[in-house]
């Protein structure tokens, strides 16, 4: 059983920025893709980005440009630095883990809060 426990949430004000950590009780190494997705309140869930073990990356459109994922195989952490925050970023921000592809997660995080103030 791997866990992922994420980090770095807060409150930032618009324009600010942060960067989420998610860190792996094993080595993400053996998933073949891990991302990020964000829940707001009374929303659904939606994909934020993602990278392979190869280091392919995807993005939602509303990231492009202001969010970047990372992967440190050696730490076994993987990174999301949002830049340029605008109040509508505010939700719960999740991590997962994949063996086979991002149609199927097989661990997820626990969360980190994201606020961003007008």
């Known amino acids: 059983q791997v866990q992922l426990v994420e980090s770095g949430g807060g409150l930032v004000q618009t324009g600010g920025s942060l960067r989420l950590s998610c860190a792996a009780s094993?080595?993400?190494?053996?998933?073949?893709?891990m991302g990020w997705y964000r829940q707001a309140p009374g929303k659904q869930r939606e994909s934020v980005a993602r990278?392979?073990?190869?280091?392919?990356?995807y993005y939602a459109d509303s990231m492009k440009g202001r969010f970047t994922i990372s992967r440190d195989n050696v730490k076994n952490t993987v990174y999301l630095q949002m830049n340029s925050l605008k109040p509508e970023d505010t939700a719960v921000y999740y991590c997962?883990?994949?063996?086979?592809?991002?149609?199927?997660?097989?661990?997820w995080g626990q969360g980190t809060q994201v606020t961003v103030s007008s």
């Open positions: 997962a883990a994949g063996y086979r592809s991002a149609d199927r997660w097989d661990y």
């Open positions: 094993g080595s993400i190494f053996s998933f073949y893709v």
């Open positions: 990278i392979t073990r190869g280091g392919s990356t």
